[in-house]
């Protein structure tokens, strides 16, 4: 992507991203105020704030508002030049319609292969290499979720000192198990993403879970998890049940999860780091409270390491369904063949059925914030997510929770809401994570590193011990998008060795878990 800056004298700023765009959004801190002149000749007829698109020529009622070179919408009344468009005056197009959509057709060739990058991670064995070295505590039920969080305590208290090589431990609660359509078709989501999370890399193999006993979805069920997971051996799991006649009392109960957890610390603490090479690495990209400079700042840049990372040869995952939807003729052209192409569109189907079935649909997307960020509507916010994709060709399509049987640019599809989106990336074994930000967030997972990029510099400034990099300096031409992209590639290489960490980690934030379950609750 190619984005064309214009300023003043007085250093005004405003970016055009596409030379067919007839709108641009400004990059001032406080926006600009009415009669601010460019050197094109552009003359602001109002004020506008920042990220908010000016309109660069009149466009008619019923014109085409272009950014990105694509249509985002269409004018509700007529727009003079020079005039602030919000998304009151943008009509909200259709979204493409699947069954037209061309498939593989314009596969990326290979980018030339990136080699002698390396970082220092922990080797399972089951091949897969992780970033952080824990004792992830796997539930069955969330009636269990406030012992776990007690145990926990006890853990980080009394035994993890005695295991230096161990990172902590993490209790794996979530509002699943009962109560629930346990046989519904789409309850493999939720049973899926819970048996995928226990085996996530940073949790070295060690499969502990805790159940109460007259849940439905019981422990043996989860451990064998669905028909396209891996099943988990119970010889080598361990389950520790709170309704067992053996547990007499709290006490009871709390000793027996210590005794199984030690056990587990143990083998645990045999992990050492090891130099493995950058294509071990699973890396998912996501963004939340996104604004108008997502698509021109952080994700572009996120979308130029990500290339770097499949040029290494590893592994990197997009995702959120909602805001792919309305780019995603973009993206089934990249698709590798043919069967990718279908799953795509699959995927996309799948969730259009989702969001119909609960009588609502794509423009429930943006939130107010991306709102006020100058994102005007869902076909806006996906053009400027998908910059987080690269160039790569798209190698593989997965369903919500599902582990990947390949390497390169890799699409998860998740529901686009932060914390449903990390859930799911977690059970499809993401190690690191790149989360890009305009609006600001506190986002972190407890299991993997959360690396948190600014959209603005402002925002940088503001937030400066919670957002890791700033991509800001792209909008007013301090750095490239190749400069922030490689700061970006080489912080992950950081952050995977535990050379560095992510603010989120150091101050421990970090989101609960959020399985997705579209399944029925009964």
């Given at each position: 992507?190619?984005s064309?800056?214009?300023?003043?004298?007085e250093?005004?700023?405003?970016?055009?991203?596409?030379?067919?765009?007839?709108?641009?959004?400004?990059?001032?801190?406080?926006?600009?105020?009415?009669?601010?002149?460019?050197?094109?000749?552009?003359?602001?007829?109002?004020?506008?704030?920042?990220?908010?698109?000016?309109a660069?020529?009149?466009?008619?009622?019923?014109?085409?508002?272009?950014?990105?070179?694509?249509?985002?919408?269409?004018?509700?009344?007529?727009?003079?030049?020079?005039?602030?468009?919000?998304?009151?005056?943008?009509?909200?197009?259709?979204?493409?319609?699947?069954?037209?959509?061309?498939?593989?057709?314009?596969?990326?060739?290979?980018?030339?292969?990136?080699?002698?990058?390396?970082?220092?991670?922990?080797r399972?064995?089951?091949?897969s290499?992780?970033?952080?070295?824990?004792?992830?505590?796997?539930?069955?039920?969330?009636?269990?979720?406030?012992?776990?969080?007690?145990?926990?305590?006890?853990?980080?208290?009394?035994?993890?000192?005695?295991?230096?090589?161990?990172?902590?431990?993490?209790?794996?609660?979530?509002?699943?198990?009962?109560?629930v359509?346990?046989?519904?078709?789409?309850?493999?989501?939720?049973?899926?993403?819970?048996?995928?999370?226990?085996?996530?890399?940073?949790?070295g193999?060690?499969?502990?879970?805790?159940?109460?006993?007259?849940?439905?979805?019981?422990?043996?069920?989860?451990l064998?998890?669905?028909?396209?997971?891996?099943?988990?051996?119970?010889?080598?799991?361990?389950?520790?049940?709170?309704?067992?006649?053996?547990?007499?009392?709290?006490?009871?109960?709390?000793?027996?999860?210590?005794?199984?957890?030690?056990?587990?610390?143990?083998?645990?603490?045999?992990?050492?780091?090891?130099?493995?090479?950058?294509?071990?690495?699973?890396?998912?990209?996501?963004?939340?409270?996104?604004?108008?400079?997502?698509?021109?700042?952080?994700?572009?840049?996120?979308?130029?390491?990500?290339?770097?990372?499949?040029?290494?040869?590893?592994?990197?995952?997009?995702?959120?369904?909602?805001?792919?939807?309305?780019?995603?003729?973009?993206?089934?052209?990249?698709?590798?063949?043919?069967?990718?192409?279908?799953?795509?569109?699959?995927?996309?189907?799948?969730?259009?059925d989702?969001?119909?079935?609960?009588?609502?649909?794509?423009?429930?997307?943006?939130?107010?914030?991306?709102?006020?960020?100058?994102?005007?509507?869902?076909?806006?916010?996906?053009?400027?997510?998908?910059?987080?994709?690269?160039?790569?060709?798209?190698?593989?399509?997965?369903?919500?929770?599902?582990?990947?049987?390949?390497r390169?640019?890799?699409?998860?599809?998740?529901?686009?809401?932060?914390?449903?989106?990390?859930?799911?990336?977690?059970?499809?074994?993401?190690?690191?994570?790149?989360f890009?930000?305009?609006?600001?967030?506190?986002?972190?997972?407890?299991?993997?590193?959360?690396?948190?990029?600014?959209?603005?510099?402002?925002?940088?400034?503001?937030?400066?011990?919670?957002?890791?990099?700033?991509?800001?300096?792209?909008?007013?031409?301090?750095?490239?998008?190749?400069?922030?992209?490689?700061?970006?590639?080489?912080?992950?290489l950081?952050?995977?060795?535990?050379?560095?960490?992510?603010?989120?980690?150091?101050?421990?934030?970090?989101?609960?878990?959020?399985?997705?379950?579209?399944?029925?609750?009964?």
């Open positions: 992507m190619s064309t800056i214009i300023t003043t004298a250093r005004a700023f405003y970016i055009k991203v596409h030379e067919s765009d007839n709108v641009a959004i400004i990059v001032n801190n406080n926006g600009l105020k009415a009669g601010t002149q460019f050197p094109d000749g552009l003359t602001l007829i109002e004020h506008i704030p920042q990220g908010h698109k000016v660069l020529t009149d466009i008619p009622a019923d014109g085409n508002i272009i950014r990105y070179g694509e249509i985002i919408g269409y004018a509700l009344r007529d727009i003079k030049q020079g005039s602030w468009i919000d998304e009151s005056l943008v009509k909200l197009p259709e979204a493409p319609a699947l069954e037209t959509l061309p498939l593989a057709t314009k596969v990326p060739d290979p980018l030339p292969p990136l080699e002698g990058y390396t970082f220092e991670g922990y399972n064995p089951d091949g290499v992780g970033t952080k070295n824990l004792l992830g505590i796997t539930t069955s039920v969330h009636c269990v979720a406030g012992v776990v969080e007690y145990v926990v305590k006890l853990i980080e208290r009394d035994l993890l000192p005695k295991y230096p090589n161990v990172d902590g431990v993490v209790g794996l609660n979530h509002l699943y198990g009962c109560g359509a346990i046989n519904a078709p789409a309850a493999v989501v939720p049973i899926r993403t819970i048996h995928n999370i226990a085996l996530n890399p940073n949790f193999g060690e499969v502990m879970v805790v159940g109460l006993g007259c849940e439905k979805l019981q422990p043996e069920r989860l064998e998890g669905t028909p396209d997971a891996i099943p988990i051996a119970q010889e080598g799991a361990s389950i520790v049940r709170l309704q067992d006649e053996k547990h007499v009392g709290f006490k009871s109960m709390v000793d027996d999860i210590l005794a199984v957890a030690e056990s587990h610390l143990q083998r645990l603490n045999q992990r050492k780091r090891e130099t493995c090479p950058a294509s071990e690495l699973v890396v998912g990209m996501q963004c939340g409270g996104s604004d108008a400079f997502s698509g021109v700042t952080a994700n572009p840049a996120v979308g130029f390491a990500s290339d770097l990372l499949v040029r290494c040869g590893a592994t990197v995952m997009f995702s959120e369904v909602t805001e792919v939807r309305d780019a995603i003729h973009l993206l089934t052209p990249r698709a590798a063949d043919e069967h990718v192409g279908r799953r795509l569109l699959e995927e996309m189907a799948w969730y259009d989702y969001l119909s079935a609960g009588q609502t649909d794509r423009s429930a997307n943006p939130s107010p914030g991306n709102k006020k960020g100058g994102l005007a509507n869902v076909v806006e916010k996906a053009l400027g997510s998908i910059a987080k994709s690269g160039t790569s060709a798209i190698s593989e399509v997965l369903s919500p929770g599902q582990r990947p049987t390949k390169g640019l890799i699409y998860a599809a998740t529901p686009a809401s932060d914390f449903v989106c990390g859930t799911q990336q977690l059970a499809s074994g993401i190690t690191v994570q790149v890009t930000t305009g609006r600001g967030t506190p986002y972190g997972l407890a299991a993997v590193p959360v690396i948190k990029m600014a959209t603005r510099t402002a925002l940088a400034d503001r937030w400066y011990d919670l957002m890791d990099i700033n991509a800001g300096t792209i909008a007013t031409g301090e750095a490239t998008i190749e400069d922030v992209g490689w700061q970006l590639f080489e912080f992950i950081d952050i995977a060795s535990d050379r560095k960490k992510t603010w989120s980690d150091q101050w421990g934030i970090h989101n609960a878990l959020s399985v997705f379950n579209p399944a029925p609750v009964t």
